[in-house]
Protein backbone atom coordinates (compact mmCIF):
# COMPACT_ATOMS: atom_id res chain seq x y z
CA UNK A 1 0.00 0.00 0.00
CA UNK A 2 1.39 3.32 -0.93
CA UNK A 3 0.91 6.92 0.58
CA UNK A 4 -1.27 7.61 -1.93
CA UNK A 5 -3.40 4.95 -1.41
CA UNK A 6 -4.28 5.60 2.13
CA UNK A 7 -4.40 9.72 2.24
CA UNK A 8 -7.81 10.66 1.64
CA UNK A 9 -7.65 12.99 -1.41
CA UNK A 10 -8.90 15.85 0.01
CA UNK A 11 -7.00 18.45 -1.64
CA UNK A 12 -6.97 18.97 -5.38
CA UNK A 13 -4.83 16.77 -7.51
CA UNK A 14 -2.91 19.59 -9.17
CA UNK A 15 -2.00 20.60 -5.41
CA UNK A 16 2.07 20.35 -4.60
CA UNK A 17 2.18 20.64 -0.46
CA UNK A 18 5.79 21.08 0.79
CA UNK A 19 5.52 17.71 2.88
CA UNK A 20 3.74 15.28 3.14
CA UNK A 21 4.06 11.97 5.52
CA UNK A 22 5.04 8.67 3.69
CA UNK A 23 4.09 5.28 4.40
CA UNK A 24 6.86 2.83 3.75
CA UNK A 25 4.05 -0.26 3.53
CA UNK A 26 4.58 -2.01 6.95
CA UNK A 27 3.72 0.56 9.12
CA UNK A 28 0.14 -0.56 10.07
CA UNK A 29 1.52 -4.52 10.39
CA UNK A 30 3.88 -3.53 12.93
CA UNK A 31 1.60 -1.76 15.42
CA UNK A 32 -0.67 -4.13 15.15
CA UNK A 33 1.72 -6.41 16.52
CA UNK A 34 3.35 -3.87 19.12
CA UNK A 35 -0.35 -4.06 20.15
CA UNK A 36 -0.70 -7.57 20.15
CA UNK A 37 2.25 -7.91 21.90
CA UNK A 38 0.50 -5.92 24.73
CA UNK A 39 3.25 -3.38 24.74
CA UNK A 40 2.22 0.12 24.28
CA UNK A 41 4.53 1.96 26.68
CA UNK A 42 8.35 2.62 25.88
CA UNK A 43 11.08 0.25 25.34
CA UNK A 44 8.78 -2.92 24.33
CA UNK A 45 10.20 -4.87 21.36
CA UNK A 46 9.58 -2.34 18.76
CA UNK A 47 12.21 0.31 20.32
CA UNK A 48 14.42 -2.24 21.13
CA UNK A 49 14.65 -3.37 17.10
CA UNK A 50 14.93 0.39 16.55
CA UNK A 51 17.87 0.79 19.02
CA UNK A 52 19.48 -2.18 17.80
CA UNK A 53 19.51 -1.16 13.70
CA UNK A 54 20.65 2.32 14.40
CA UNK A 55 23.74 0.70 16.75
CA UNK A 56 24.34 -1.64 14.34
CA UNK A 57 24.23 0.37 10.74
CA UNK A 58 25.95 3.27 12.40
CA UNK A 59 28.36 1.00 14.37
CA UNK A 60 27.84 3.25 17.80
CA UNK A 61 28.02 2.32 21.44
CA UNK A 62 24.41 3.31 22.06
CA UNK A 63 20.74 4.77 20.23
CA UNK A 64 18.15 5.33 22.55
CA UNK A 65 14.93 6.89 21.21
CA UNK A 66 12.92 9.98 22.70
CA UNK A 67 10.17 11.82 21.91
CA UNK A 68 11.48 14.19 19.77
CA UNK A 69 15.33 15.66 18.94
CA UNK A 70 14.18 18.28 21.15
CA UNK A 71 14.52 15.75 23.78
CA UNK A 72 17.25 14.14 22.65
CA UNK A 73 19.07 17.29 22.88
CA UNK A 74 17.96 18.54 26.31
CA UNK A 75 19.36 14.99 27.75
CA UNK A 76 22.38 15.46 26.00
CA UNK A 77 22.89 19.08 28.19
CA UNK A 78 21.69 16.87 31.34
CA UNK A 79 24.53 14.52 30.47
CA UNK A 80 27.05 17.50 29.88
CA UNK A 81 25.94 18.42 33.10
CA UNK A 82 26.01 21.95 31.29
CA UNK A 83 25.87 25.06 34.43
CA UNK A 84 24.87 28.37 34.28
CA UNK A 85 28.22 29.34 34.30
CA UNK A 86 29.01 27.59 31.20
CA UNK A 87 29.07 29.21 27.15
CA UNK A 88 27.79 27.15 24.33
CA UNK A 89 28.82 27.84 20.86
CA UNK A 90 25.99 27.33 18.12
CA UNK A 91 25.00 28.17 15.29
CA UNK A 92 22.75 31.36 14.87
CA UNK A 93 21.17 29.78 12.04
CA UNK A 94 19.70 26.62 13.15
CA UNK A 95 16.61 25.80 15.14
CA UNK A 96 15.16 26.71 18.08
CA UNK A 97 15.60 23.49 20.03
CA UNK A 98 19.49 23.37 19.30
CA UNK A 99 19.65 26.23 21.59
CA UNK A 100 17.06 26.24 23.66
CA UNK A 101 17.81 22.78 25.08
CA UNK A 102 21.26 24.31 26.40
CA UNK A 103 20.09 27.47 27.62
CA UNK A 104 17.19 25.68 29.56
CA UNK A 105 20.23 24.44 31.91
CA UNK A 106 21.08 27.78 32.11
CA UNK A 107 24.24 28.08 29.64
CA UNK A 108 24.51 30.99 27.53
CA UNK A 109 24.46 30.48 23.90
CA UNK A 110 27.14 32.14 21.61
CA UNK A 111 25.94 32.62 18.06
CA UNK A 112 28.46 31.54 15.63
CA UNK A 113 27.75 32.07 11.78
CA UNK A 114 27.74 29.99 9.07
CA UNK A 115 29.64 29.23 5.57
CA UNK A 116 28.18 30.97 2.69
CA UNK A 117 28.57 27.35 0.75
CA UNK A 118 27.46 24.65 3.14
CA UNK A 119 25.16 27.08 5.44
CA UNK A 120 27.16 25.07 8.18
CA UNK A 121 28.48 26.65 11.35
CA UNK A 122 32.01 28.40 9.99
CA UNK A 123 34.99 26.43 11.83
CA UNK A 124 37.36 28.95 10.96
CA UNK A 125 35.10 31.21 13.76
CA UNK A 126 35.98 28.85 16.26
CA UNK A 127 38.87 30.04 17.94
CA UNK A 128 38.04 33.03 18.59
CA UNK A 129 34.73 32.41 20.73
CA UNK A 130 36.13 30.18 22.69
CA UNK A 131 36.85 31.31 26.16
CA UNK A 132 37.54 29.81 29.55
CA UNK A 133 33.90 29.08 30.17
CA UNK A 134 33.20 27.23 26.94
CA UNK A 135 31.67 23.96 27.47
CA UNK A 136 30.45 22.75 24.13
CA UNK A 137 30.26 23.11 20.63
CA UNK A 138 26.74 22.09 19.03
CA UNK A 139 27.44 21.36 15.17
CA UNK A 140 24.24 21.03 12.87
CA UNK A 141 24.38 19.56 9.95
CA UNK A 142 22.23 21.70 7.80
CA UNK A 143 20.48 19.55 5.20
CA UNK A 144 22.37 16.81 6.25
CA UNK A 145 25.66 17.78 4.71
CA UNK A 146 28.47 17.77 7.16
CA UNK A 147 29.82 20.09 8.79
CA UNK A 148 33.77 20.20 8.80
CA UNK A 149 34.13 18.11 11.54
CA UNK A 150 38.22 17.13 11.47
CA UNK A 151 38.37 20.71 12.00
CA UNK A 152 35.63 20.91 14.57
CA UNK A 153 36.85 17.96 16.57
CA UNK A 154 40.45 19.12 16.44
CA UNK A 155 40.00 22.60 17.81
CA UNK A 156 37.31 21.32 20.22
CA UNK A 157 39.98 18.55 21.61
CA UNK A 158 42.54 21.07 21.92
CA UNK A 159 40.08 22.95 23.73
CA UNK A 160 39.08 20.36 26.33
CA UNK A 161 35.38 21.61 24.42
CA UNK A 162 32.76 18.41 24.37
CA UNK A 163 31.06 18.51 20.89
CA UNK A 164 27.41 17.23 19.90
CA UNK A 165 25.84 16.88 16.70
CA UNK A 166 22.05 17.95 15.96
CA UNK A 167 21.93 15.56 13.31
CA UNK A 168 18.08 16.33 12.62
CA UNK A 169 18.77 16.10 8.93
CA UNK A 170 21.54 13.87 8.29
CA UNK A 171 20.20 10.66 9.42
CA UNK A 172 23.00 7.86 7.42
CA UNK A 173 24.68 10.81 5.84
CA UNK A 174 28.41 10.85 6.21
CA UNK A 175 31.45 13.01 6.34
CA UNK A 176 34.82 11.49 5.08
CA UNK A 177 32.75 7.71 5.02
CA UNK A 178 31.98 8.25 8.28
CA UNK A 179 28.61 8.72 9.46
CA UNK A 180 26.95 11.80 10.58
CA UNK A 181 25.97 11.71 14.38
CA UNK A 182 29.77 9.18 15.07
CA UNK A 183 31.44 12.17 15.77
CA UNK A 184 30.93 14.39 18.55
CA UNK A 185 30.14 12.39 22.29
CA UNK A 186 26.41 12.88 21.91
CA UNK A 187 24.33 13.05 18.92
CA UNK A 188 20.54 13.40 18.20
CA UNK A 189 18.18 12.54 15.49
CA UNK A 190 14.45 13.98 14.45
CA UNK A 191 11.76 11.58 13.71
CA UNK A 192 9.44 14.46 12.84
CA UNK A 193 7.13 14.43 9.64
CA UNK A 194 8.85 16.45 8.03
CA UNK A 195 11.94 14.07 7.85
CA UNK A 196 13.13 11.04 6.08
CA UNK A 197 12.45 8.75 8.53
CA UNK A 198 9.47 9.71 10.60
CA UNK A 199 6.68 8.44 13.66
CA UNK A 200 5.02 11.65 13.55
CA UNK A 201 6.85 12.82 16.59
CA UNK A 202 10.33 11.44 17.70
CA UNK A 203 13.95 11.55 18.05
CA UNK A 204 16.63 9.79 19.28
CA UNK A 205 20.12 9.86 21.12
CA UNK A 206 22.80 8.72 19.60
CA UNK A 207 25.64 7.92 22.62
CA UNK A 208 29.16 7.84 21.35
CA UNK A 209 31.52 7.69 24.54
CA UNK A 210 30.18 5.32 26.48
CA UNK A 211 30.53 7.11 29.73
CA UNK A 212 27.34 8.73 29.13
CA UNK A 213 24.90 5.55 28.55
CA UNK A 214 24.05 4.56 32.12
CA UNK A 215 23.34 7.70 32.89
CA UNK A 216 21.28 8.50 30.08
CA UNK A 217 19.43 5.71 30.60
CA UNK A 218 18.10 6.85 33.90
CA UNK A 219 17.58 10.26 32.68
CA UNK A 220 15.36 9.02 30.24
CA UNK A 221 13.08 7.26 32.38
CA UNK A 222 12.36 10.27 35.13
CA UNK A 223 15.69 10.00 36.87
CA UNK A 224 15.15 5.94 38.09
CA UNK A 225 16.98 2.79 37.30
CA UNK A 226 14.20 1.53 35.82
CA UNK A 227 15.96 0.09 32.66
CA UNK A 228 18.50 -1.73 35.33
CA UNK A 229 16.04 -2.97 37.17
CA UNK A 230 13.98 -4.45 33.91
CA UNK A 231 17.50 -6.13 32.95
CA UNK A 232 17.43 -8.08 36.16
CA UNK A 233 20.35 -6.03 37.52
CA UNK A 234 18.88 -4.44 40.09
CA UNK A 235 16.06 -5.54 42.68
CA UNK A 236 13.73 -2.43 42.78
CA UNK A 237 13.78 0.51 40.87
CA UNK A 238 14.09 4.44 42.56
CA UNK A 239 14.95 7.75 42.34
CA UNK A 240 18.61 7.99 41.39
CA UNK A 241 19.29 11.30 39.45
CA UNK A 242 17.69 13.93 37.40
CA UNK A 243 15.26 13.20 34.75
CA UNK A 244 12.42 13.34 32.67
CA UNK A 245 10.25 10.89 30.23
CA UNK A 246 11.62 10.96 27.01
CA UNK A 247 11.02 7.48 25.97
CA UNK A 248 8.22 6.98 22.98
CA UNK A 249 5.23 4.50 23.35
CA UNK A 250 6.45 1.22 21.68
CA UNK A 251 3.32 1.87 19.03
CA UNK A 252 5.63 4.85 17.56
CA UNK A 253 8.72 2.84 17.29
CA UNK A 254 6.58 0.13 15.93
CA UNK A 255 5.68 3.19 13.09
CA UNK A 256 9.18 3.88 12.94
CA UNK A 257 10.67 0.46 12.74
CA UNK A 258 8.88 0.17 9.40
CA UNK A 259 10.60 3.35 8.14
CA UNK A 260 13.85 2.35 8.96
CA UNK A 261 13.69 -0.87 7.53
CA UNK A 262 12.63 0.28 4.22
CA UNK A 263 16.01 3.41 4.23
CA UNK A 264 17.33 2.20 0.95
CA UNK A 265 13.94 2.48 -0.62
CA UNK A 266 13.38 6.07 1.17
CA UNK A 267 16.90 6.87 0.34
CA UNK A 268 16.34 6.05 -3.39
CA UNK A 269 13.66 7.73 -3.77
CA UNK A 270 14.81 11.20 -2.01
CA UNK A 271 18.00 10.98 -4.64
CA UNK A 272 16.04 10.50 -7.36
CA UNK A 273 14.02 13.48 -5.74
CA UNK A 274 16.69 15.69 -5.11
CA UNK A 275 18.80 15.01 -8.49
CA UNK A 276 15.60 15.76 -11.00
CA UNK A 277 15.30 19.50 -8.97
CA UNK A 278 19.42 19.51 -9.79
CA UNK A 279 19.08 18.42 -13.20
CA UNK A 280 15.93 20.49 -14.13
CA UNK A 281 17.11 24.13 -12.45
CA UNK A 282 20.54 24.44 -12.88
CA UNK A 283 20.60 26.53 -15.95
CA UNK A 284 18.00 28.77 -15.15
CA UNK A 285 19.64 28.93 -11.33
CA UNK A 286 22.65 29.80 -13.35
CA UNK A 287 20.66 32.57 -15.60
CA UNK A 288 19.01 34.08 -12.35
CA UNK A 289 21.85 34.30 -9.53
CA UNK A 290 20.26 31.90 -7.43
CA UNK A 291 22.00 29.25 -5.22
CA UNK A 292 21.67 26.08 -5.02
CA UNK A 293 22.51 23.40 -2.35
CA UNK A 294 26.55 22.60 -2.05
CA UNK A 295 27.78 19.54 -1.01
CA UNK A 296 31.21 19.29 -0.94
CA UNK A 297 33.01 15.78 -2.94
CA UNK A 298 33.94 14.04 1.23
CA UNK A 299 30.59 14.34 2.12
CA UNK A 300 27.69 12.47 1.27
CA UNK A 301 24.29 14.26 1.77
CA UNK A 302 21.26 11.88 2.62
CA UNK A 303 18.65 14.26 0.30
CA UNK A 304 17.10 15.82 2.99
CA UNK A 305 16.11 18.83 1.43
CA UNK A 306 16.63 21.11 -1.77
CA UNK A 307 16.48 24.47 -1.66
CA UNK A 308 17.07 27.70 -3.47
CA UNK A 309 18.85 30.97 -2.53
CA UNK A 310 17.13 33.89 -4.58
CA UNK A 311 19.32 37.03 -4.98
CA UNK A 312 16.83 39.20 -2.55
CA UNK A 313 14.47 38.89 0.23
CA UNK A 314 11.69 40.49 -2.10
CA UNK A 315 12.50 38.00 -4.94
CA UNK A 316 12.32 34.87 -2.71
CA UNK A 317 8.87 36.44 -1.15
CA UNK A 318 7.81 36.83 -4.84
CA UNK A 319 8.70 33.30 -5.92
CA UNK A 320 6.77 32.19 -2.63
CA UNK A 321 3.66 33.70 -3.37
CA UNK A 322 3.48 32.75 -7.03
CA UNK A 323 4.25 29.31 -6.02
CA UNK A 324 1.08 29.76 -4.04
CA UNK A 325 -0.71 31.01 -6.76
CA UNK A 326 -0.15 28.02 -8.74
CA UNK A 327 -1.28 25.61 -5.65
CA UNK A 328 3.00 24.68 -4.88
CA UNK A 329 3.65 25.23 -1.10
CA UNK A 330 7.07 26.32 -0.56
CA UNK A 331 8.54 27.46 2.34
CA UNK A 332 11.64 29.72 4.11
CA UNK A 333 13.35 28.13 6.56
CA UNK A 334 15.28 29.11 9.95
CA UNK A 335 15.11 32.95 11.01
CA UNK A 336 18.32 33.78 12.66
CA UNK A 337 18.06 32.88 16.76
CA UNK A 338 20.58 36.14 17.79
CA UNK A 339 17.80 38.08 16.36
CA UNK A 340 15.21 36.21 17.97
CA UNK A 341 13.38 37.83 20.86
CA UNK A 342 15.57 35.22 23.26
CA UNK A 343 18.53 35.59 21.21
CA UNK A 344 18.60 39.41 22.00
CA UNK A 345 18.30 39.14 25.78
CA UNK A 346 21.31 37.15 25.14
CA UNK A 347 23.16 40.14 23.40
CA UNK A 348 22.24 39.53 19.91
CA UNK A 349 22.01 42.06 17.45
CA UNK A 350 22.41 43.07 13.55
CA UNK A 351 25.70 42.09 11.83
CA UNK A 352 26.55 39.72 14.64
CA UNK A 353 26.27 36.86 12.18
CA UNK A 354 25.72 38.45 8.41
CA UNK A 355 25.81 35.47 6.54
CA UNK A 356 22.71 34.19 8.56
CA UNK A 357 21.13 37.18 8.03
CA UNK A 358 21.70 36.94 4.88
CA UNK A 359 20.48 33.62 3.92
CA UNK A 360 17.51 33.74 6.03
CA UNK A 361 15.86 36.25 3.96
CA UNK A 362 16.58 34.66 0.88
CA UNK A 363 16.46 30.51 1.14
CA UNK A 364 13.58 28.68 -0.20
CA UNK A 365 12.78 25.34 0.30
CA UNK A 366 11.20 23.47 -3.03
CA UNK A 367 8.72 20.66 -1.84
CA UNK A 368 10.04 17.48 -0.90
CA UNK A 369 8.08 14.20 0.06
CA UNK A 370 9.18 10.48 -0.32
CA UNK A 371 6.54 9.46 -2.91
CA UNK A 372 6.82 12.98 -4.65
CA UNK A 373 6.19 11.90 -8.56
CA UNK A 374 7.88 13.32 -11.62
CA UNK A 375 5.30 14.80 -12.44
CA UNK A 376 4.49 16.55 -9.10
CA UNK A 377 8.38 17.93 -9.80
CA UNK A 378 7.64 18.82 -13.38
CA UNK A 379 4.69 21.22 -12.34
CA UNK A 380 7.01 22.99 -9.53
CA UNK A 381 9.74 23.24 -11.96
CA UNK A 382 7.47 24.42 -14.53
CA UNK A 383 6.04 27.35 -12.30
CA UNK A 384 9.83 28.40 -11.10
CA UNK A 385 10.10 28.63 -14.75
CA UNK A 386 7.73 31.12 -15.75
CA UNK A 387 8.04 32.96 -12.50
CA UNK A 388 8.80 36.70 -13.76
CA UNK A 389 11.28 38.34 -11.15
CA UNK A 390 9.98 42.36 -11.89
CA UNK A 391 6.28 41.24 -11.03
CA UNK A 392 4.47 41.95 -7.86
CA UNK A 393 3.05 39.15 -6.23
CA UNK A 394 1.20 39.26 -2.92
CA UNK A 395 0.74 36.56 -0.50
CA UNK A 396 -2.32 34.15 -0.69
CA UNK A 397 -2.18 31.20 1.45
CA UNK A 398 -6.21 30.43 0.13
CA UNK A 399 -4.87 29.21 -2.88
CA UNK A 400 -4.04 25.68 -0.91
CA UNK A 401 -5.99 23.70 1.20
CA UNK A 402 -4.59 20.83 3.51
CA UNK A 403 -0.65 21.15 3.79
CA UNK A 404 -0.92 24.70 3.79
CA UNK A 405 -0.24 24.24 7.67
CA UNK A 406 2.86 22.27 7.55
CA UNK A 407 5.25 23.87 10.25
CA UNK A 408 8.04 26.28 8.10
CA UNK A 409 10.69 26.04 10.86
CA UNK A 410 10.57 22.44 11.47
C1 LIG B 1 18.23 21.25 13.26
C2 LIG B 1 17.05 20.83 14.07
N1 LIG B 1 17.24 20.41 15.32
C3 LIG B 1 16.21 20.01 16.07
C4 LIG B 1 14.93 20.00 15.59
C5 LIG B 1 13.82 19.56 16.48
O1 LIG B 1 13.30 18.34 16.08
P1 LIG B 1 12.01 17.71 16.78
O2 LIG B 1 10.82 18.30 16.09
O3 LIG B 1 12.14 16.24 16.53
O4 LIG B 1 12.07 18.05 18.20
C6 LIG B 1 14.68 20.42 14.28
C7 LIG B 1 13.32 20.41 13.76
O5 LIG B 1 13.07 20.26 12.62
C8 LIG B 1 15.77 20.85 13.49
O6 LIG B 1 15.60 21.29 12.24
New binding site residues.
Given amino acids: MSSRDIFREDRESSEIPFNRPFFSGSEFEFIQQAIANWHLSGDGAFTRKCHALLERELNIAKALLTT ?6 EMAALLLDIEPSDEVIVPAF ?2 V ?2 VNAFVLRGAHPVFIDIRSDTLNLAETHLERLITPRTKAIVA ?1 H ?1 AGVACEMETIMEVAGRNNILVVE ?1 N ?2 GLFGKYRGQYLGTFGCLA ?1 Q ?3 E ?2 NFTCG ?3 ALLINDPQYIERAEIIREKGTDRSRFFRGQVDKYTWVDIGSSYLPSDILAAFLYAQLESRESIQARRKRIWEYYLDHLKDWAGNHGVQLPFVPDHCEQPYHMFYLLLPSLAERQALISYLLSRRIHSVFH ?1 LPLHLSTMGRRFGGKEGDCPVSEDVSDRLLRLPFYNDMTESDQAQVVSAIQDFQWRRKYTLDFSALGAGAGV ?1 E ?2
Fill in positions: SCTHALTFSTLYDAHTSFHTKEGGYDLS
